[in-house]
């Protein structure tokens, strides 16, 4: 039988590697899947405990975090082509430009 | 039974695909796994009887985001390798490691407690889809409206920063002639 637990250990595992990725990868554009990641563990285990506790609140957050996905992805990938158009990289290490 | 094996099946596809995702060094492999493991959360959704959710999981993140990703790699040379001058990978996995159970112990505390009462509890009579419209437009109707003026927001400024005046202003020009705009 599958219990809650087992939905949020997964879901805790999917946000894990999304951590990973944050903290590992230079490319700008592996940084915004990792975020992708992190979103999509977070809604599963809205899921699930909305589904546990019989509550459909859950799931609305899920919409509207689905919703902040979105837009994030929008802007943020606006933001990511300007800065490829200047720079010509999108290495994280580039975004440097206040070091002394 | 069912639910057991499709779990379980739909659990080890989707880490092995976000593991692709983290750990590829083609961005277009990395897109292409990632738009599975969406795919594949939906079916946890359906699972868990939110069946609306795992439709809007479908559109969004493999149609809406999927599509988008796709056009912004088109303007960018993704065949170019990125250095990674990374640190050591046992501090990392077990930094990440400890500070995500860190966070998920936080957030499961209070639920833990088990004084958690259904605010709108799932009726039933009428299906997913209905309850989700019931309670969306009328408990959540002020944060509804809120997310699509958002969405306005966010699509306003995609279309600026990504395609207005692409030939002068903030996309073309180096910094000093910016400089020199800004200072006249």
Do not use: C
């Not at chain 2, 809406?64 to 501090?91: G, R």
Request: glycine share 6%; charged share 15%.
């Amino acid at each position: 039988m599958i219990t809650l637990t087992h939905y949020l250990v997964l879901s805790a595992i999917l946000f894990s590697i999304a951590l990973v990725g944050v903290l590992r990868r230079k490319n700008l554009l592996m940084l915004f899947f990792a975020t992708e990641i992190a979103l999509n563990a977070i809604n599963i285990a809205f899921a699930a405990i909305s589904k546990y506790y019989g509550d459909l609140t859950g799931q609305m957050f899920a919409f509207f975090v689905i919703a902040i996905a979105a837009s994030e992805v929008a802007v943020g990938l606006g933001l990511l082509i300007i800065w490829y158009k200047r720079r010509g990289t999108i290495d994280l290490d580039s975004l440097q430009t206040m070091h002394g | 039974m069912f639910e057991v094996v499709a779990f379980y099946l739909f659990a080890a596809l989707t880490i092995v695909m976000f593991v692709i995702t983290v750990t590829s060094k083609n961005a277009l492999y990395a897109m292409s796994s990632l738009a599975a493991g969406m795919i594949f959360i939906s079916a946890f959704f359906f699972l868990l009887d939110a069946d609306f959710l795992g439709v809007v999981q479908i559109i969004v993140y493999s149609g809406a985001v999927m599509a988008l990703y796709a056009f912004a790699m088109m303007f960018m040379d993704t065949t170019k390798e990125v250095k990674e001058n990374n640190p050591p990978k046992k501090i990392v996995f077990f930094l990440s490691g400890m500070i995500a159970l860190l966070l998920v112990l936080i957030l499961l505390t209070p639920i833990i407690s088990d004084k958690v009462k259904a605010l709108y509890p799932m009726s039933d009579e009428i299906g997913n889809t209905e309850a989700v419209g019931i309670v969306l437009f009328t408990k959540y109707l002020v944060p509804f409206e809120v997310a699509a003026i958002m969405l306005l927001v966010a699509m306003i400024a995609g279309i600026i920063l990504a395609s207005k005046r692409m030939d002068e202003s903030i996309t073309l020009k180096i910094d000093q002639e910016i400089e020199q705009k800004g200072a006249e």
